[in-house]
């Protein structure tokens, strides 16, 4: 059996995630989609609209075979982390190719930057420096331009958000040795951040949790399949969605109640910027006037909100960074496909919780924890330790 | 002039407090009453009903001449170390005696007590421990009969909490060393705890607090003087009075979120009681819960909150435990007092926040930042910084 890997948050599942799920399978002719998701928390450092187990249903329902979790640890950090993690999970998975959209849509473009960094490691690193030196400039205009420095002709947009994600997956591939193939589509009518959908099918996540959080349900209807649309529908009768601010007061606790050395050892804290958050947390009397605060140029609002989680979730430099492959949502293909290669998975694989090693899964399950203080999931407090995978059979 | 000191909570302030103070200021003749009192939160582990600025007012406006903090780390831990801290805080500021109410009523008995266990330490120690070694013994049960093992003739009943507070006192005040008297009243009409006072003017204050958060002013009326009445409705009229109830999320959180070897790490948690907390957090769904569910014979509530409230405040067995004087109130005699001794105080002395050593009341300043998450004391997040303290003059 043929299988390709996707690389997904599905905040929520909506007719763009279907047609590139749809596009793996046609291009890869992949017999097998296997999808490695983000759970509770995202990789633009916030939580998920809704719980990764209804978000692993929409997966399986719309027609993925098999979904994973990418663990806290990767699934919240800057994109090379976040690409590691997942290529790793896919490799072991034994997929033959990855497959994703971006703005580019030409695979050699990706494979050709990745090759040149990893040949430049060197120089690059020395210009990357030299680029951060200019306290103006972000993470992300620094690497951007060191890469154009080195590679002046290199047709790929790296200012591009998913052109920015396919060639860290590129990159990790070539880092880890893995002989898995990149397979690209051009993304269409929605940009990431498009809040005005202009296609008559397909708007962005963003925009549809826009729908979501206004309760415009009729608009939602037109960008999501049926399946997911019925599955928000009924985790809206009994819950609120979820967003940052249901978690301010614990951040703004954490800032002003934490020793400083502990926000410092806190996992991507660096260059002082705990003081700022801090400065911020003091005054702010809300998750955006927080966040209004402490952006500068060099600071992104994606950074700022990425290492206000990682202090939320109280991810210490020593915090695990073990990968492992915890299945949540299956098809019988996909239950059929894991029979055939179960034996010879490289990572420790866990089916629930409860029976799994718990120093490796405690990371984990402490985020879900956490994410059960959004109003209306305190009873989820203890879901992630006993659900099983979600089971699609015909 | 002649100085004595007395220890408090003033939680709030009363009619028993008064007497105590006219008694202590008749007694011992002494020109100059200090009182070193607890900040936010309390002894027992609890936070005060309302912030240290109001109780010390009342304090002044009663007749107390200087009222200075108990820093956190000793106001909030075990009467050896509470009694430690106040101890070296009245002796710095040359206090001649320390004046307290007790069960007993008899200074000598509260010496001989103090001379006994600190002639005897090592013998005391190894009963401490044989005594512990049932599980079924709390701490105060251990210690009680540790204490009449070595002094069969002991007439001090030691399971009472002032004759224990007052204990504390006299150990502290020989294992320190100081030349400082010790003077004692009875304890009238008011048990600790009582909840139905029957004296016409004397409550306890437990009760007074059940009377205030039951809105029964025209009671509170009868038990405190009018200083006292004015200054609680004032704080009524815009603030809600504080409970654990306030930080309960917060403590959640805390024990849900936090790595367990930060946990474990924190200052009083020892033979795994952690976990107990932690377990007992998943599942409680408010702070009375949470207490039924970790209470044991081994863990009285004031011992199971001492510890919910050192994670709560994140302190770690490696927080400073540095002494000094904060002063929040003064009379005019007591200003006067203070500035003929000024030069001659063995303890830093804080007027206001912002211009002292950060590092010395970093801690204090976090746990009144902490204090503020109370509803209706956001605005108060900064107040520790900026407030100087009351001066009463005529």
Known sequence: MKATGIIVEYNPFHNGHLLHLQEARKQTQADVVIAVMSGSFLQRGEPALLPKWERAQMAVDAGVDLVVELPFHFATQQAAIFANGAVEILDALGVQSIFFGSENGDANAFSSAAKILTEQDVPFKAAMRRFLDDKKNSYATAWNAAIHELAPDLTLDLAQPNNILGFHYARAIAEQGKAIEIATMARQNAAYHDENPTHHSIASATAIRTMLLGNDWKKVRQYVPDTTLRLLQKFRETHSFVSWDDFWPLLKYQLVTAP???????????????????????????????????????????????????????????????????????????????????????????????????????????????????????????????????????
Chains 1, 2 share one sequence.
């Open 260 to 394: 400083i050395s502990q926000l410092q050892s806190t996992r991507g804290v660096s260059e002082g910027i705990e003081n700022r958050l801090q400065q911020a947390a003091l005054h702010a009397t809300n998750f955006d006037e927080f966040l209004a605060a402490t952006r500068t140029k060099r600071y992104s609002n994606a950074r700022i909100k990425r290492t206000a989680l990682q202090i939320l979730a109280q991810q210490s430099e020593t915090t695990t960074t073990q990968n492992y492959i915890r299945l949540l949502g299956m098809s019988t293909t996909g239950q059929r496909y894991l029979g055939r290669i179960k034996k010879n998975i490289a990572l420790p694989i866990i089916s629930t919780a409860s029976k799994a090693n718990p120093a490796l899964i405690e990371n984990d399950i402490r985020a879900t924890k956490l994410y059960s203080f959004a109003p209306t999931l305190e009873n989820q407090i203890l879901r992630d330790f006993h659900t099983s995978p979600y089971r699609k059979n015909p």
